[in-house]
């Protein structure tokens, strides 16, 4: 049986929970408590020595401790439906954007909440070495997590989905973005149509409520 270790309220696991739902794989959940440290105690950097969520075991002795090596082995062991890509070509696109989606998405949003929040103290970057908060990252982060809805605003003024007419893995990254910026009290609104007709247009599918 394969297993995710999850967190509920993170975003970086729920991108895995919706790749699993898309691809219909059943699995077990073993939930990791972000907010007592959990991830940081000795029976789970057995499981992810960089202590992070999500993880997923799947099959004995493998553990796949990243979203990216998560979506790659999923991809190629459960063909259907093709998330990341069919040609060549439509594999670099949603490559790209995915890792647009990352970078200029749930980066800043993440450098803005670790930065800013005192909860998050020492804690600046997930993984086992602590680091201080540096204040001025979290101000960066609140400005490019504003420029963030406006470039994907004006990427969705041109397609349905991120890569075109098919949802794909930039899609998934692109909506947890989206939905977490709400910690930092950021949301789209009347200045990003486009970025709020493709999340209606998600909300029709079971997977993005995973
Ligand atoms: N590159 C990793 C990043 C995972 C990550 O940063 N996860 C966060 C939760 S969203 C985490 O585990 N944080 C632990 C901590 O803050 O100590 C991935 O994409 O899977």
């Given at each position: 049986m394969i297993t995710l270790y999850d967190?509920?309220?993170?975003p970086n696991p729920r991108r895995a929970r919706i790749f699993l739902a898309e691809k219909g794989v059943t699995h077990e959940t073993v939930p990791i408590d972000l907010r007592t440290g959990e991830q940081l105690q000795p029976a789970y950097r057995r499981i992810n020595p960089n202590c992070t969520?999500?993880?997923?075991?799947?099959?004995?002795g493998l553990i796949l401790t990243d979203n990216a090596s998560i979506a790659a082995y999923l991809e190629a062991r459960f063909q259907?439906?093709?998330?990341?890509?069919?040609t060549p070509r439509e594999k670099a696109d949603i490559a790209s954007l995915n890792w647009r989606m990352e970078f200029d998405g749930l980066m800043p949003i993440a450098e803005a909440l670790r930065n800013g929040s005192p909860a998050m103290a020492d804690r600046a970057?997930?993984?086992p070495v602590n680091y201080a908060q540096i204040p001025e990252l979290a101000q960066r982060g609140l400005a490019r997590t504003q420029h963030f809805l406006e470039m994907l605003d004006a990427l969705l003024a041109q397609r349905r989905y991120l890569a075109g007419d098919v949802f794909s893995v930039a899609d998934i990254t692109a909506v947890v973005a989206v939905d977490f910026a709400r910690i930092v009290k950021i949301k789209p609104d009347e200045r990003h149509p486009h970025v709020l007709r493709w999340r209606a247009l998600l909300a029709e599918r079971a997977s993005i409520s995973a």
């Open positions: 967190c509920a309220t993170a969520v999500p993880a997923l075991r799947v099959e004995e259907d439906p093709p998330l990341m890509g069919r970057l997930p993984g």
